[in-house]
């Protein structure tokens, strides 16, 4: 398993990728960009408010999956989080949504357990703006 300063140097280089557009796909000066970490820092995801995309990273060989869970407030509640599964390691899953412009997004990152997929060591919500 790398050490936390390894898995911390990947998440930086990782992060710096995804804000700099690099590898994420097409992104514009308006695009924002958020970002979510689980608890543990094992993996994370950004949401790119001009394309609606989310990006979830699985970057620890902990042997467990990354989740994301997102919701709209106005419409949904987080009972009701539409969820993203990636269970490999290093690469990003990606998940395309259609928001309505300037709609309000919640989400968060955790780790799924393996054969149940229930989440835990969940990051707190962030809130982004499509």
């Avoid at 919701?71 to 969820?83: F, K, M, N, Q």
Wanted: proline share 5%.
């Amino acid at each position: 398993m790398p050490s936390r300063r390894t898995v911390s140097a990947l998440v930086s280089v990782a992060m710096g990728l995804s804000l700099a557009g690099l590898g994420a796909g097409p992104a514009s000066a308006a695009d924002r960009v958020y970002i979510a970490r689980d608890k543990h820092n094992t993996g994370w995801a950004s949401f790119h408010s001009q394309a609606d995309h989310f990006y979830l990273y699985d970057i620890s060989a902990n042997g467990h999956g990354e989740l994301l869970q997102y919701y709209r407030p106005a419409v949904e509640l987080p009972g009701d989080a539409s969820e993203m599964h990636w269970a490999e390691r290093y690469p990003a899953a990606v998940r395309h949504e259609d928001f309505k412009e300037g709609s309000t997004v919640k989400f968060r990152v955790c780790e799924q357990k393996g054969e149940t997929g229930k989440p835990y060591n969940c990051g707190p919500w962030k809130t982004g703006k499509a």
